[in-house]
């Protein structure tokens, strides 16, 4: 809430001009005791012009109450019309690859995907989780520390191994499907090839286009070999251990490339921290939230001081010339 000073009739403030005029037009009449180089010699000459001061400046408080001051207090109210936004992430075994040192994708693309949420804090967001299996950690919602919290919770093989890539599309736009939002988006994350779950990807890209979603697709890894901790069991002890292995590890960019333009998303690719941070910003800069704001001014009026002034300044001479009489011997 701000305060706003005011002036319901501020046309009335050019009457003040006339002030100068009238003190020009009293010293041409030779009164002169107006002059400062007179007051300390006139003794009490300064008694005589004290009506014409008190006179001239209960006009001016006259004038400004006949502007009507106004003392206003505005406050804003937002109107947002928010986006909905379920982020799906890639949580099979190949996103603990560790070329995205000094951590892996898993880990990285987590710490991308908390610095989006708090980009988003007029939207709802919702999270998906998939490897062979698909499932929503969080359905839309604008509590952002619970995502947070969510999201940091997020581990590997969780979930069934495999790549499942059309299930989770397809789990995502069912959490959207009965949103009201004017704009709907999946943000799917993943590093691998489409190879689990029931439904294929073409079918879930055709649901998520019927249902008005965009699909915003990022393939995350560098190409090549890279090392993957797997949990292995010894063949002499019998123990599981983490160990790790070297693994070409491909991302289906057609897959996901048709996936991004049949509903008119994007398709991003991400080698490293900084390339993925990028993607999110990007995606970010093409999902703005339009904010609208009202203003809403109170006023309360103000010229009732200024009036009583003004008269008082007028009684003022009258009064003291009673005193004066009183006192006389």
Known sequence: MSFLPHFHDPA??????????LVWWRWRRGSGALAVSRLPAAGGAWRLQLPF?????????????L??????????????????????????????????????????AKRVVDEFIDLRPADRLGLTVFSGAAMTRSPLTTDQQMLHFLVDAVDLNTLPDGTAIGLALASAAARLKDSTAESKVIVLVTDGVNNAGAIDPASAAAIAQGLGIKVYTV?????????VPLQMQDPRTGRRELRRVMMDVEVDDKLLGDIAARTGGRFFKAG??????????EIDQLEKTPIATKTYVRYEEVFQPLAWAALALLLLPLATAALDVTVEP
């Open 12 to 21: 009335w403030l050019a009457l003040l001009a006339l002030l100068p005029a």
């Open 53 to 65: 001061a008190l006179r001239l400046l209960a006009l001016a408080l006259l004038i400004c109450a």
């Open 67 to 108: 502007a009507r001051p106004q003392r206003g207090y505005s406050w804003e109210e937002s109107l947002t019309e928010g986006i909905d936004i379920q982020i799906v992430l890639d949580i099979s075994g190949s996103m603990g690859a560790e070329d995205f040192q000094p951590q892996n994708r898993l880990e990285v």
């Open 219 to 227: 393939g995350v890894g560098t190409a090549g070999r890279v090392p």
């Open 272 to 281: 490293d921290e900084r390339a993925l941070r990028e993607v999110f910003a």
